[in-house]
């Protein structure tokens, strides 16, 4: 039997809590193919990538090319970076993580995961988020200590964001014996941090970032429609630049001897190689040289890294496992809640502006029964605030009601969407209604301060069609981006069961003409929804990735990579990876293929 997507509700069977392990999406992947009858090897790689380092699986028939560890006996980096508002810190963070393969830890992301976790943490931090008061500093070190203590951060070192603030957090770390190996505070100064702020420009048309000084629109047209943002004012980056000033002084004392200032008052790419060649000196001086006298017992420990990755090689997971077990644990939603992130960031990085996210894990599906708009609230609320993170003015819609009198309505799946979305928690930083917006679908709905667009399932209802707003919007949004969220655009018949045909072809036309930037869809027997036979998962700008799950004697499971495709795969071609068919023999499917949801 082959696997099939599936949308008819079934029983989901419960099973043990799952397991993870991070999917690679850092780097472009070769096309790779699956044959029973070949000999394959399996090999990992490690390669580093804006957000974190990742483990890759690769399927490969020349064992030549096959895993080599480094068996390097040095501490992982311990790092601690300081920077005011505008000094570059963020971007620095970036190249850091992408080069030295560093955990970045921010005190600001913790706060609102364990929130939104709802755990014992995160409830206390809670408690005081709403009552208007600063979270206590034993609360905010128990989440660092605690995110510090996880695996990924031992083996990989960590990158601390902005924390320590206050001499009591860094006096706590230090009782703790959470101490960096260099402290960088990045050096700007007030007049220039003051400059970078206030002489920003947004062009509403466009979209597009000038600064009066430094990066100056290139006409008189478009310098005289410039609009400035809400807090790039001059008071209010006095008051940010004092805070952090005070924050720092109280901590210099317990980092002295590790301090290192970088003149941030430079172009990027000179600050990091400056910062480059101070981690690099670091990482040296923590490695453990191997001399001429230990060269026998290197062969030994080289031969046996190698053995250990061969063993580990069973224990990967390219997605998480268990997918059936309902409700999904905040790992599992953490793990598609970031997975999802990167793959918008690199589009929007990359100057995508239609871009549309499927993902259909089944807290996700609104075709079952265990379909959850909480979850789906989560992942919109993880991409909003990234982007308000950066500074942009995001604009979240949910489409209002269609139809008129009798015949108003909305599809169910949005039903209380808009009020979920109005009581979330945005957290403490007052991103809601500075940074984050709440609005409809339409043209009406576009102002000159947004910068950006996500848009909640848009779907056509029986007897209405939801494009003709959502293409007027667009035009109104010229080049900003336009981020659709489980979008449902295909026509539906009317209310006397006949399809909307008038302007069909051009709704259609106009609907796939957004990029997908993330696709992720479990793979069924066709009717089910259980077992899960597969996956199909795609992340901006890579390839389509097509899994088989595998049970393992031992009870678990795991996911194998059969096959990659340039484009969207259709069900013959899903087939044909499953059985080992090579693609220049299709054949129509028969039988019981015939009977494979068509979904795709």
């Known amino acids: 039997m082959l696997p099939a997507t599936s949308l008819h509700s079934s029983v989901v069977h419960h ?8 999917l690679s999406t850092s780097l472009p992947h070769p096309s790779i193919s699956f044959s029973p009858s070949s000999s394959s090897c399996l090999a990992f790689f490690t390669i580093s990538s804006p957000l974190r380092t990742k483990t890759h699986l690769r399927i490969n028939s020349k064992p030549k090319q096959a895993f ?26 970036e190249l850091i993580v992408n080069k ?27 408690e005081f988020m709403n009552s208007g008061r600063l979270v206590p500093d034993e609360i905010v070190t128990a989440m660092v200590t605690a995110r510090l203590s996880r695996q990924d951060a031992k083996e990989k070192g960590w990158l601390l964001d902005g924390y320590p603030r206050t001499s009591a957090q860094a006096d706590s770390l230090e009782k703790l014996n959470i101490r960096p190996y260099i402290y960088i505070v990045l050096d700007v100064p007030d007049e220039i941090l003051i400059d970078r702020c206030v002489g920003r420009r947004l062009d509403p048309v466009t979209g597009k970032i000038y600064h009066l000084k430094n990066f100056p629109p290139e006409t008189e047209e478009i310098k005289a429609r410039l609009v400035t943002r ?12 004092q805070i952090y000033k005070q924050n720092a002084e109280a901590i210099s004392s317990t980092y002295s001897s590790i301090m290192k200032k970088i003149d941030g008052n430079r172009p990027k790419e000179i600050v990091f190689k400056e910062i480059d060649s101070l981690l690099s000196q670091v990482k040296k001086d923590n490695t453990l040289a191997i001399s001429s006298g230990d060269l026998a ?28 077990n309902i409700p999904h644990s905040r790992e599992i939603r953490d793990y598609f809640y970031d997975d999802v992130l990167e793959a918008t960031q690199r589009a929007v990085n990359d100057g995508r502006t239609r871009l549309k996210v499927e993902i259909n894990i089944p807290e996700l599906n609104p075709e079952m029964d265990v379909y959850r708009i909480g979850t789906l609230m989560e992942l919109v609320r993880v991409l909003a605030l990234s982007f308000a993170d950066d500074g942009k003015c995001v604009k979240v819609c949910v489409q209002g009601s269609m139809g008129e009198g009798a015949l108003a309505g ?5 039903a209380g969407t808009r009020k979920i979305l109005e009581f979330m928690d945005w957290g403490d930083y007052g991103a809601k209604g500075t940074f984050i917006k709440i609005g409809s679908i339409g043209s009406k709905e576009v102002d000159e301060q947004d910068d950006m667009f996500i848009l909640v399932a848009p779907q056509n209802a029986v007897g209405n069609c939801i494009i003709d707003d959502l293409k007027a919007m667009t035009d109104a949004a010229g080049s900003r981006p336009v981020i659709l969220i489980n ?16 302007g069909r072809d051009k709704r259609l036309e106009y609907a796939a003409s957004f990029e997908s930037c993330y696709f992720f869809r479990l793979l069924y027997y066709a009717g089910t929804q259980y077992p899960i036979m597969g996956a199909l998962r795609m992340s901006y700008p890579y390839t389509y990735e097509l899994y088989k799950r595998v049970d393992e004697p031992s009870g678990k499971e795991k996911y194998v ?6 484009g969207k795969p259709n069900i013959d071609e899903i087939n044909n990876a499953f059985v080992g068919k090579p693609r220049n023999q299709d054949k129509k499917p028969s039988g019981i293929w015939g009977f494979l949801s068509g979904v795709f």
Do not use: Y
């Open 15 to 22: 099973r043990p809590t799952p397991s993870l392990s991070p």
């Open 68 to 93: 080599r560890p480094s068996c390097s006996k040095g501490e992982p980096l311990k790092v601690m970076i300081s920077g005011a508002p505008a000094s570059g810190k963020g971007t620095q963070c």
């Open 100 to 126: 030295f393969g560093l955990v970045h830890v921010s005190t600001g992301d913790l706060l609102r995961a364990e929130v939104s976790a709802g755990t014992e943490i995160g409830n206390k931090a809670k």
């Open 487 to 502: 979008p449902r655009l295909k026509d539906l018949p009317g209310s006397s069961g006949i399809m909307q045909t008038m």
């Open 410 to 414: 909305m599809p169910l799946q949005l």
């Open 561 to 566: 990579i059969l096959s990659t495709f340039d």
């Open 230 to 241: 809400p807090d790039d004012t001059e008071e209010k980056v006095k008051s940010r630049l």
């Open 297 to 324: 017992k290197a062969v030994l420990d080289t031969e046996s890294c190698l053995n250990q990755g061969s063993s580990s090689q069973d224990k990967w997971r390219g997605i998480p496992t268990r997918l059936n």
